[in-house]
């Protein structure tokens, strides 16, 4: 059955984790749904893991669009929410009604996710006003790396832990459906999961959010680039994966691939025909 903003609130309603995972891509999709991952999210992370940039930033939404509609082909049951890219929404209420609504219609989407807190409120308000399912996301937000000046933990201190439970709040009140909360004291995310009434998803926030988010390279050792703290490596793919790359080499060069079970026969007949 299709997850949906519903099976969700109402997994947090009952004390069920929800579990959430990156895909840029219809097999992998179709993998972590067929694994009974809850929701999948259609990272703006793909500018690091699958397009090679050293940040989010550069992300386009065309970029959204194309794995977004590739992954809603693979994902049957799970909920799948494609995050809003740099510059698409923080411009105008307008930019962010008319970039999120081209993610449902041409990118497949379910919901869309974007950063900020109370500056974003008019955004998520019109969004959600359109009809749309608007996730939040709060506390280390990626698209904001050059104004933290790196991955920095956030709300550490007094005031700044104050603002992300200040953000929380605003941007439930605004009508976000779930909020994503990124790189913060554990014991933060905690009293948000306790003060708000929809959905936390945590990722590098401890173990009492209403959820859990992974980029799956990071989960299955296939990106080495940079390994926050907070990832667990479940499998060391990359290893796998260049062991056997490397046996494909050395088998061409060898001649052991491909073999006879690989090849295709012609009747002798009409082989003569043709010499
Ligand atoms: O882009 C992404 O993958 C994310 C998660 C890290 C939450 O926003």
């Known amino acids: 059955m299709k997850n949906t903003v519903l099976t969700l609130q109402k997994m947090k309603e009952e004390g069920k984790k929800i579990s959430m995972l990156t895909a840029y891509d219809y097999s992998t999709a179709k993998l972590e749904d067929q694994a009974g991952v809850n929701c999948i999210l259609v990272g703006d992370s793909l500018g690091n893991v699958i397009l090679g940039y050293e940040d989010t930033i550069s992300v386009t939404m065309e970029d959204m669009i194309h794995h977004g509609a590739a992954v809603a082909r693979g994902a049957k049951d799970a909920f799948v929410l494609v995050d809003m890219p740099f510059m698409s929404y923080q411009t105008s209420v307008y930019d962010a009604v008319v970039n999120a609504g081209r993610l449902m219609k041409e990118g497949h989407a379910d919901g869309v996710k974007l950063e900020g807190g109370v500056s974003i409120c008019p955004q998520i308000k019109a969004i959600v006003e ?123 060069q060898s001649g052991a691939f491909p073999a006879k079970e690989n090849e295709y026969s012609i009747d002798a007949e009409v082989l003569k025909k043709i010499q």
């Open 130 to 252: 359109a009809g749309i399912p608007v996730c939040a996301h709060l506390g280390l937000t990626p698209q904001s790396i050059k104004a933290f000046g790196g991955f920095k933990v956030q709300g550490k201190s007094e005031e700044a832990a104050k603002q992300i439970i200040e953000d929380a709040l605003a941007v439930q009140e605004a009508g976000a459906f779930m909020i994503v909360l990124e790189g913060i004291p554990s014991a933060v995310a905690d009293l948000i999961t306790e003060k708000v009434e929809v959905p936390t998803i945590g990722i590098g926030a401890g173990k009492g959010t209403d959820g859990q988010v992974l980029v799956y390279q990071d989960l299955l050792g296939m990106f080495s680039d940079f390994t926050p703290k907070f990832v667990k490596r479940y499998a060391d793919l990359g290893q796998i994966m260049t062991k056997a790359f490397q046996q494909y080499f050395e088998e061409i």
